[in-house]
């Protein structure tokens, strides 16, 4: 490929001049600046756009991808700056659930996950944050109460253990399918020691009657965790 009919002002950086380059594309008037890096060990590159009319900022912002993309050959994933909200997104639409799994599942990443974690490197989610999300979610309604907010549907204002549960298993459905994808290379380790983390009076510890679970779905359960 002529990189000349498809690059204009394409420039070594200097923190990597063998892999890495800036440059802006000729058929596009915005001047905004891209960056390349050459994949290590392996044909072709990574390409991403910089948002930024700037050279200066473009080599800053070039810099940042570059130490992406040096942690993501290390723990052999893929470059990506997708956020967490991002990523549920794609877990949502690829996922294949049940229709009523689904609703909870929807429910569940769309009115906590998404608002807590943000669009949080994806990476970034371990152990401490899930710690740092059960302090949070333990509070939300009671937050809602306090600001005089109104909210439709029926929630109890605290928790119980059979709740945080099943936030903790979509959690780390999502994450392992984001290993499975390569956006992450290992599944964090998430405690269950719930009342320790946010104190008794943030947890509902009163027992429900449950019905027994199937044996096939009590199976698939531990499978995911």
Same mark, same amino acid.
């Given at each position: 490929m002529n990189q000349s009919k498809y690059y204009d002002d394409l420039t070594p950086c200097y923190f990597d001049e063998e892999r890495v380059s800036i440059f802006k594309l000729k058929s596009s008037d915005s001047g905004i600046w891209y960056v390349r890096i050459k994949k290590d060990g392996r044909r072709g590159y990574w390409q991403k756009t910089l948002r930024v009319k700037s050279k200066v900022l473009a080599f800053e912002r070039a810099k940042l991808v570059w130490l992406d993309a040096l942690e993501a050959e290390r723990k052999n994933t893929e470059l990506t700056r997708y956020g967490f909200s991002d990523i549920a997104e794609k877990f949502l639409r690829e996922f294949q659930f049940g229709e009523q799994r689904r609703i909870r599942i929807e429910h569940v990443v769309n009115k906590y996950f998404k608002e807590y974690f943000g669009n949080k490197r994806i990476g970034d989610i371990d152990s401490l944050e899930w710690v740092n999300y059960l302090k949070w979610r333990c509070l939300y309604w009671k937050r809602k109460i306090m600001k005089g907010e109104i909210y439709k549907g029926r929630h109890a204002v605290v928790p119980s253990r059979n709740t945080l549960a099943h936030e903790?298993?979509?959690? /780390? *459905?999502?994450?392992?399918?984001?290993?499975?994808?390569?956006?992450?290379?290992?599944?964090? @380790?998430?405690?269950?020691?719930?009342?320790?983390?946010?104190?008794?009076?943030?947890?509902?510890?009163? /027992? *429900?009657?449950?019905?027994?679970?199937?044996?096939?779905?009590?199976?698939?359960?531990?499978? @995911?965790l």
């Open positions: 903790r298993q979509i959690l /780390r *459905q999502l994450l392992g399918w984001a290993v499975s994808r390569r956006y992450i290379s290992n599944l964090p @380790v998430f405690t269950t020691n719930y009342a320790a983390v946010v104190g008794h009076e943030n947890l509902n510890v009163k /027992r *429900q009657k449950a019905k027994a679970i199937p044996q096939e779905q009590l199976e698939k359960i531990n499978y @995911v």
